[in-house]
């Protein structure tokens, strides 16, 4: 199985970011490709610049989604819309930016696995791609984030065995620090948000990540590449601005 199997695929968050990345490599590759997310302006732009065909959804409308992903019956699922809403402190967050946050990292998630999955058992082929984040794999200082992106990474794990056998592959991607909007739709906060952006380091581009995804998908049928850890070279584990040498005299 690789690229020039599968014929589609549905990109959730697909109207900027690494969800549009990914949508212009894949249509690029010849697939007919389903764009999600809720601005529909967004996605008009997408659509005239890269020919995939877009929904205005919510993916927290469990029913909505239900319906849509169950009739398409795609070949490649990117799990992608996500948010960071309360990314900052778990013991200051307003409840509401809790519920979105797993609302839609994490509940509908799985909902989107589910409404896709059976006709790809069917057939015999098909490919999730859960997009999770470094935060899932080790603690970042961020409870609320760290706990959603945790629950895709645990997701993919159990959907390896759970599908073993049916021909669908699953791979995790966890991007480090990309260059998008993420924080201005995570803080309103103007001197917090821009105290979260400005890292002073080179950040990794939507297109590196998407570059990443298609790796995966075009792998031969009998590689399933479960995990792609890719950070910028000048952030390491820890956290963004850690700096193994500070404080230190010598
Ligand atoms: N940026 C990073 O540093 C980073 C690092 C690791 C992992 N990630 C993960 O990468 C994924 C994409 O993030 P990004 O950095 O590309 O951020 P982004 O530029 O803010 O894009 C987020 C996308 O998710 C969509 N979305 C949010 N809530 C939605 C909902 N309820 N229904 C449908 N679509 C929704 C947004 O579209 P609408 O607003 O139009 O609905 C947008 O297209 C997320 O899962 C994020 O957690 C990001």
């Known amino acids: 199985m690789t690229i020039s199997d599968y014929r589609s695929a549905l990109v959730t968050g ?44 919510d993916v927290r409308d469990t029913a909505a989604m239900d319906d849509l992903f169950g009739s398409l019956g795609v070949d490649v699922l990117i799990n992608n819309a996500g948010v960071g809403r309360a990314i900052q402190s778990l013991p200051d967050a307003d409840p509401a930016d809790i519920d979105q946050t797993i609302g839609t990292n994490v509940t509908a998630a799985l909902h989107a696995v589910r409404s896709v999955l059976g006709p790809m058992i069917e057939r015999g082929r098909g490919h999730i791609v859960n997009v999770g984040s470094v935060a899932g794999l080790y603690p970042l200082l961020s409870g609320v984030y760290g706990a959603s992106k945790g629950a895709i990474h645990l997701m993919s794990l159990n959907l390896r065995l ?6 669908v592959r ?59 850890e890719l950070q910028p070279t000048e952030q390491t584990y820890g956290g963004v601005n850690f700096d193994p040498l500070e404080g230190r005299d010598e």
């Open 170 to 228: 699953v791979t995790e991607i966890c991007p480090g620090r990309v260059r998008t909007e993420f924080y201005d739709a995570a803080i309103d906060d103007p001197n917090l948000r821009h105290r979260f952006k400005e890292t002073g380091i080179t950040e990794i581009a939507s297109e590196d990540v998407a570059a990443s995804i298609s790796y995966a998908l075009d792998a031969p049928w009998y590689v399933n590449v479960a995990r792609v």
């Open 162 to 167: 759970e599908l073993a056998g049916t021909g």
């Open 14 to 57: 697909a109207s900027a970011g690494i969800g549009a990345a990914v949508v212009a490599d894949l249509c690029a590759r010849g697939l007919t490709v389903h764009a999600v997310a809720r601005r529909e302006d967004r996605l008009k732009a997408l659509a005239e610049s890269t020919g995939c065909t877009t929904h205005v959804l």
